[in-house]
């Protein structure tokens, strides 16, 4: 399919971007990015996650700081943690890896993290400013889907996009990001009727609704652009035997000469979240200088 948007690739052009913007501000301010992620628990897809964040984070110049706390870590401590990593000046960016054990408030641990230095995105602060169209965080994903539909498309205003998923992860901020690129935007959900009339009116589509291939080819109209942010794992039959493997909200193979673009899975959107994590760092840093922001977008 030549209409893929390869993800990956475009992944690898971002993060030569903000090495460079590393390189700025270490060479010119004596400042060096650091980003914190705190893994709580021996989650098996976490601790893949996380390895990779701070491989990453030290290939483009940054400063990584990993802290592994074991499951039963108590509220008290994991706080006392990020109180600590909101005031020590060498870190620019937190993340505390999700999903949490249950006995750990989510929303209390999150906003906990010094709004500044919220590199996910998810601090209610961030919400709120995204929301109403301030300068904020943005969450990672929505923020590298966007970078992925403005290299296809370049302006994206009047364009008709249609979200599947009202996460407040994905989502919501993705709409949030496309209303402030003059988008007319649309949120279907589980409850929406007629989904698929709707999804056929869309010249771009964000697929983040957690199901298996559940947007067809007859969901598409021709032309459209379509972002799958869905990462499932199901077991197929291929070549006679069944076996595990990843696939995307979209129908992958429903697209083939119908779309004018679309992300695949893997290789997609899901390399663009580091990626974004690492900009969004970088970002921090620079406003902790009161430099203007590094353009990614």
Not at 7 to 32: A, M
Not at 92 to 109: F, M, R, S, T, Y
Request: overall charge neutral; glycine content about 8%.
């Amino acid at each position: 399919m030549n209409e893929i948007i390869d993800g990956k690739k475009f992944s690898q052009t971002l993060r030569t971007k903000v090495k460079s913007y590393v390189h700025i501000i270490k060479e010119r301010y004596g400042v060096t990015p650091g980003l914190a992620v705190i893994l709580v628990g021996e989650d098996p897809a976490s601790q893949v996650y996380v390895r990779n964040k701070g491989k990453q984070s030290l290939e483009v110049g940054m400063n990584s700081y990993e802290y592994k706390l074991d499951a039963s870590t108590s509220s008290d401590v994991l706080l006392s943690l990020i109180e600590k990593l909101n005031n020590d000046v060498n870190v620019h960016g937190i993340l505390c890896q999700l999903p949490l054990p249950d006995h750990l408030n989510e929303k209390a641990v999150i906003n906990s993290i010094d709004p500044k230095k919220d590199v996910d995105g998810f601090h209610i602060s961030n919400v709120g400013l995204l929301n109403t169209g301030q300068k904020s965080m943005i969450p990672c994903t929505p923020l590298g889907c966007l970078l992925l539909l403005k290299d296809r498309l370049g302006d994206l205003s009047g364009k008709n996009a249609v979200i599947v998923g009202r996460s407040n992860i994905v989502g919501k901020p993705m709409a949030n990001l496309l209303l402030q690129e003059n988008c007319t935007v649309t949120i279907a959900h589980s409850r929406t009727e007629n989904i698929e009339t709707i999804c056929a009116q869309a010249d771009i589509i964000v697929a983040a609704v957690g199901r298996p291939e559940m947007i067809k080819r007859e969901w598409v109209k021709p032309g459209a652009t379509v972002i799958d942010v869905g990462i499932n794992r199901v077991t197929k039959n291929i070549d006679g035997y069944e076996k595990t493997t990843l696939v995307g909200d979209v129908c992958f193979t429903d697209m083939a000469g119908l779309v004018a673009g679309l992300t695949p899975v893997p290789g997609g959107v899901g390399p663009m979240t580091i990626a974004c994590l690492l900009a969004n760092t970088v970002t921090a840093c620079y406003r902790s200088q009161d430099l203007s922001d590094p353009e990614f977008t």
